[in-house]
């Protein structure tokens, strides 16, 4: 386990066409069914670079940017920006698109935070290092870091009486 993965090897792109049964009657795809699919591609991510199941501790605040409509295709775009002895944290960014057009435009972007579970055990379980390649991902490294720390901070914080 001591060998690092690159954030490359985490990333996924889960994709899905927008129907009527994700939509409400304006046209405009619920707010749940984007949460949903923000999880899984997270979920996905973090599996990839954990190669064991996760489970989801937290998903960041989500602003919903612009909204989405009915025949539009939903693409999260998820990859690894931190990992910590059993922890992940991993970016979601989401993406609408209408196909007939090929206009595309960011609606959301999320952290969501994954543990790894060994099988047996059903307990979490180590994961490897997290290995940045570019400058870029080394800032958004840093800022994870950082979110994670706050989020420890936090957690501190809302135990004590």
């Not at 025949?71 to 007939?100: D, F, K, W």
């Amino acid at each position: 386990m001591n060998s690092g993965k690159t954030i490359a090897e985490s990333r996924v792109t889960l994709s899905a066409l927008m129907g009527p049964q994700d939509a409400n009657v304006l046209g405009n795809v619920h707010g749940g069914v984007i949460m949903k699919l923000v999880d899984e591609a997270g979920a996905l991510a973090a599996m990839r670079h954990a190669r064991c199941p996760v489970v989801t501790v937290a998903i960041d605040s989500m602003t919903f940017l612009e909204p989405i409509y009915l025949g539009h295709m939903v693409s999260c775009q998820a990859e690894l920006t931190y990992a910590g002895h059993t922890a992940m944290e991993v970016r979601i960014a989401v993406i609408a698109e209408n196909p007939l057009t090929g206009q595309t435009i960011h609606t959301n972007l999320a952290y969501g935070v994954y543990v790894a579970i060994d099988l047996q055990t059903r307990r979490p379980h180590p994961v490897p290092p997290l290995i940045a390649e570019t400058e870029e991902e080394q800032r958004r490294m840093e800022a994870a870091r950082q979110r994670q720390a706050e989020r420890k901070r936090r957690r501190v914080q809302e135990d004590v009486p």
